[in-house]
Every structure is written in structure tokens, then in C-alpha cells.
């Protein structure tokens, strides 16, 4: 199986910006995409930003223009740069990977943005 370890949430006053780390360990071959999902109290969960091997990107409307997803070559890394960040932006992140048999998922880390 694949492990998924997020790091760098916290709290940011709105329009500032943070970076999110997920870190891939285990049986990480043949990840297709990497991506970064939120789910904010008494929403469901909604993608926020996908990438594939190949590089190609796919974003949420609501983030479009102000967050930036990259990843390793090697797909063992995926990041989140979050730039002009508003109150609406809180919610729990929640790394994915996929292969072709299953997907993966980190425990989550926490983005507050208030002032």
C-alpha cells in the first residue's frame, strides 16, 4: 500500500499564502496522479487541484489563479502552493494518490485562515 503524509497547515491571516507537502512512501509504483482535496465543516469533500504523471493540471474553479499544484518527477512528492488565501480556503487537506487499482489517502492537515 501507499502512505501519504501531509505537512505545512496551519493558520494564515487571509490573503497570505502557504505552502502544503505530501510526502508518498510504501509501494508508491505506477501512481498515475497526485492531487489535494479539502472538506470544510458541513461540506463534503471537494478536489481542489490534480496532476498527473505527465504534468498536466486540473483545478477547482474556486482556486483557479491562486493556488499552484506540483509534484516530483518521480511521484513520490506532490505540493500545494496557496497564494492569496481567503476564510473560505479553511477546511481540513487531504492528499490523494491513485494507480490504476486503488487510491490513496493522507490523514489530513488542518488550513485556518482568519485574522
Known amino acids: 500500500q501507499v502512505q501519504l503524509v501531509e505537512s505545512g497547515g496551519g493558520l494564515v491571516q487571509p490573503g497570505g499564502s502557504l505552502r502544503l507537502s505530501c510526502a508518498a512512501s510504501?509501494?508508491?509504483?505506477?501512481?498515475?496522479?497526485m492531487g489535494w482535496y479539502r472538506q470544510a465543516p458541513g461540506k463534503e469533500r471537494e478536489l481542489v487541484a490534480v496532476?498527473?504523471?505527465?504534468?498536466?493540471?486540473r483545478y477547482a474553479d474556486s482556486v483557479k489563479g491562486r493556488f499552484t499544484i506540483s509534484r516530483e518527477k518521480l511521484m513520490n512528492a506532490v505540493y500545494l502552493r496557496m497564494n492569496s488565501v481567503r476564510p473560505e480556503d479553511t477546511a481540513v487537506y487531504y492528499c490523494?494518490?491513485?494507480?490504476?487499482?486503488?487510491?490513496?489517502w493522507g490523514q489530513g492537515t488542518q488550513v485556518t485562515v482568519s485574522t
Open positions: 496532476i498527473h504523471v505527465s504534468g498536466n493540471t
Open positions: 490523494n494518490a491513485r494507480q490504476a487499482w486503488g487510491e490513496h
Open positions: 510504501g509501494s508508491t509504483s505506477m501512481i498515475n496522479s
